[in-house]
Structures are given as C-alpha cells and as structure tokens.
C-alpha cells in the first residue's frame, strides 16, 4: 500500500480538492439539541402542578361609548385590542378566578392557581409576530384539589366572559401531555410568554 493511502484525508480526481471527513463529535448518531421550545416544555412538566390548558380568545374590537343607541354602530367610539389590554385582561380574569376557588385564602394569604400564560395572535410590537390570528390566550392552569375538572371548567368559563375582552369561544380539557402542551405556548417564539401572569411559586 501506497504512503497516500495511508492518510486520513483523500484528493479528488474530478476536481483536485482534499477532502477530508467531517470531525467526530463524539455523539451518537441523530442526536440533536433541544429546541427552545422543547426545553421550556420539560421544564414546566418538571413541577407537574398544571393540569388543565384553557384557549382563550379575545374580543378584538369593544364599544366604548354605547351610551347613544340611536346612533348608528359606526358612528360609536371603538378601542382595538393590544398587548397591554389582553394582559390586562388575563389578570382580571385571575383575580376573579383566584378568589372563586379559594375565597378569603386567596384574599388573606395569597393561595392562588400556577400558571403558565402565552399570547398568540394579532399585531404586536413586543412580539416578533405579524400573523392574521386573532388574538388569543393559551394558559396552562393548576386544577385545585378541592374542585372537580366540570366546576373548574365551568369556573373559568364564567370568569373568562365576564371580563371587558373576554369572548366566548374557548377550548377548555385536562393536559395529555405537559410538556407538548407548554412547548405549544412558545413554539412561534419566547416572547409570546406572558410573564406578568404567569405564576409558578
């Protein structure tokens, strides 16, 4: 056997380049690092208190002065919603959900539900999103012992459509799996998290 043959690398005779194999990393083959996505998603599981997922959508647009019927709808003042309104809103609807399955020990010593809340849709500055979804809420919730799924359901359905921007189309089921379900919250990108409701102390 030749010397030439004796080296790792060998020279093309089509065109005259060494070519040489890729460098071993060591792994075994298929592996891949974890997705943003995927890490968040065994990351929330790893605590294993969420066990309900509640889509819920938003009104997109409310009349703020109704008090005319005679006028015509066009005519009436319309605010659009944004960000700061449906954060706002999931927080209304937190509080009220907080106090109706805990009562005074939400109000005295602070017991409330975890969470884990992602906004998708609409048009958002603080979002690297430009989609035509229309805005709408993806909450991983901790189920109290106390309640049954059909009460707390019915709790968050109630709670959800009495806010200001609550809209009564909503999908409400026990989580099959939670890491699938909190990797879905931040599978566009990190910043649909909404940080200032989610709670998982």
Not at 50 to 57: E, G, I, K, Y
Request: glycine share 6%; net charge positive.
């Amino acid at each position: 056997m030749r010397a030439s043959e004796n080296t790792i690398g060998h020279r093309s005779a089509a065109t005259g380049v060494s070519v040489s194999p890729a460098p071993s990393s060591g792994r075994k083959s298929g592996y891949r690092h974890p997705s943003l996505p995927d890490s968040f998603g065994t990351w929330i599981a790893a605590d294993g208190a969420l066990d309900v997922r509640a889509d819920l959508t938003f009104r997109q647009v409310i009349c703020v002065d109704s008090s005319d019927r005679h006028l015509e709808y066009r005519h009436r003042r319309k605010v659009w919603i944004n960000d700061r309104h449906a954060i706002d809103n999931i927080s209304k609807f937190l509080h009220r959900l907080n106090y109706d399955c805990y009562k005074s020990a939400y109000k005295r010593y602070g017991k409330r539900i975890k969470v884990s809340s992602a906004i998708e849709g609409g048009v958002s500055d603080l979002r690297e999103e430009w989609g035509t979804k229309r805005l709408h809420a993806h909450l991983l919730l901790e189920k109290p012992d106390h309640i049954d799924f059909d009460a707390f359901r019915a709790a968050i359905t109630k709670n959800w459509v009495s806010t200001k921007w609550g809209y009564n189309e909503l999908n409400i089921e026990m989580i099959k799996s939670l890491s699938g379900s909190a990797a879905y919250q931040v599978i566009e990108k990190m910043d649909a998290l909404d940080i200032k409701n989610t709670y998982l102390g």
